[in-house]
């Protein structure tokens, strides 16, 4: 394995950075990333959001960030009204967001946008130098390459706050990386879990959305539900890590408690456990490499009892295995599957298509592209999620 660009430490002995950008404030994650700031009392020098006016003010008068930047210019024009009475800076449109970025140049930037649109963002991030805590693993999927480029050249380190990433990147301490066989990416199994490919046809939008471990957004939930968030996770892995999606296997684990592990050459394997709270992945990512008391509630072994684990399986959930194939086709095809994807999810929160439907469309979008596998710079990747949008939007 080669040494991948989050570590560079950088002579940083870690602890709390002296102020905080949070990209996606509205989101679970930034949320969460806002409670850990609130709970270590960091200032906040820019909050962002895309649409939610009335999120984000509530957000500015409990934060009081310097800036707060919303991605689409109405709502911007919205909230400038609304805030009128604090010194917040309001700011609008998404070449705004990423100026803002530079502006603020933050010692940490949380990005937990969702979907593609957090990719301009990480890249203003990584331009920066600073470190960038990655919950936005699209940024990965589709310019993996680019975005890690970037870094090295500006030396920016990313830490993962996916709470998978999170995990491996803790274990990766525990020995030398050209030791490392593999990585055990472990995945709570979502909702339909066992289930066949002809129980999945029947299920509905609301069994989709119930979750068994973790509180998320609808976007992600339905991603954990097809386990097209497990195969995003594996294109994360492989360029975080440095390691052939080959070397990466996914070990469905329901009761998401092991939340990553590392196997080494000697057949030791090293894994990280905790309670399911991305407040921990968060604030690990902020503090690294210093850990700090904070608001995860302790892991009780004795009530969880029993860890399962099992084989995933292709066939119920085939968006999992076209994940490692889109990888390994590369160049713009991981940002077909994303782009297509972000399509089929949101027309089924729509409830105009069913659950199966977006496994279809995600595979023959793919299928349709992957002459996109040429696309190389951002412009072409970008391209390549605007084809990929319109053939999904036309099968639906
Ligand atoms: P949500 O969809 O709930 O929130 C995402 C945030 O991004 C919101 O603040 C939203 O603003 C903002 N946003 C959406 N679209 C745009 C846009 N076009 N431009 C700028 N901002 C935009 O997502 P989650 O918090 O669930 O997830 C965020 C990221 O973290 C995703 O990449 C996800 O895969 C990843 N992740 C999430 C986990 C979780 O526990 N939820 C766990 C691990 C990773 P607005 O509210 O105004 O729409």
């Known amino acids: 394995m080669n040494t991948a660009p989050y570590a560079a430490v950088n002579g940083n002995e870690g ?45 500015a008068r409990a934060y ?9 210019e109405g709502a911007a ?37 969702l979907g593609e649109a957090g990719l301009l963002p990480t890249l203003a991030c990584a331009s920066l130098g600073r470190r960038l805590a990655l919950s936005n693993k699209e940024s990965l999927v589709v310019a993996g390459e680019i975005v890690k480029a970037e870094a090295k050249k500006a030396g920016c ?9 999170s995990a491996i990147f803790q274990c990766l301490h525990a020995g030398r990386k050209s030791d490392v066989r593999s990585i055990l ?19 509905t939008l609301q069994d ?46 329901p009761e998401s408690i092991i939340h990553s592990a590392v196997e080494y050459i000697d057949s030791a394997v090293v894994a990280q456990l905790s309670s399911p709270d991305m407040r921990l992945c ?20 004795f009530s969880v009892g029993t860890l399962n684990f099992f084989k995933p399986d292709p066939e119920a959930f085939p968006l999992l295995p076209l994940a490692f194939y889109a990888m390994k086709r590369g160049g713009g095809v991981p940002a077909v599957l994303n782009a297509a994807n972000e399509v089929a999810v949101a027309a089924f929160l729509k409830e105009k298509i069913s659950f199966t439907d977006i496994s279809r469309i995600v595979s023959e979008t793919v299928e349709k592209l992957t002459v996109c596998k040429n696309a190389k710079t951002v412009e072409e990747l970008l391209d390549a999620d605007k084809q990929a949008r319109s053939v999904a939007a036309a099968l639906i």
């Not at 009081?64 to 689409?72: L, T």
Request: hydrophobic fraction near 45%; glycine fraction near 8%.
């Open 208 to 253: 989709a959305l119930a979750h068994p471990t973790w509180k998320m957004g609808a976007k992600i939930t339905v991603d954990s539900a097809t386990m097209m968030n497990k195969g995003f996770e594996v294109i994360e892995a492989a360029h975080l890590f440095d390691v052939s999606p080959d070397a990466i296997k996914v070990v469905v684990h």
């Open 282 to 301: 968060v604030q690990y990512a902020l503090t690294y490499p210093a850990r700090l008391p904070g608001l995860t509630r302790e892991l009780d072994l």
């Open 15 to 59: 602890g709390l950075p002296a102020s905080l950008s949070v990209l996606g404030a509205t989101g679970p994650v930034g949320r969460q990333a806002l409670e850990v700031a609130g709970e270590h009392k960091i200032p906040l020098d820019l909050l962002t959001a895309n649409t939610d006016v009335s999120g984000m003010e509530a957000l």
């Open 185 to 203: 990416l472990t995945a709570s199994g979502g909702p339909f879990r066992g289930m066949t490919r002809e129980q999945l046809a029947k299920v």
């Open 64 to 72: 009081s960030p310097r800036f707060a930047v919303m991605a689409d």
């Open 157 to 165: 380190e990313i830490i993962p706050v996916d709470s998978e990433h």
């Open 77 to 113: 024009r919205d909230l400038a009204a609304r805030l009128k009475d604090t010194p917040v800076t309001v700011r609008g449109g998404t070449d705004a967001l990423c100026e803002t970025i530079r502006v603020v140049n933050s010692p940490v930037t949380v990005n937990a946008i």
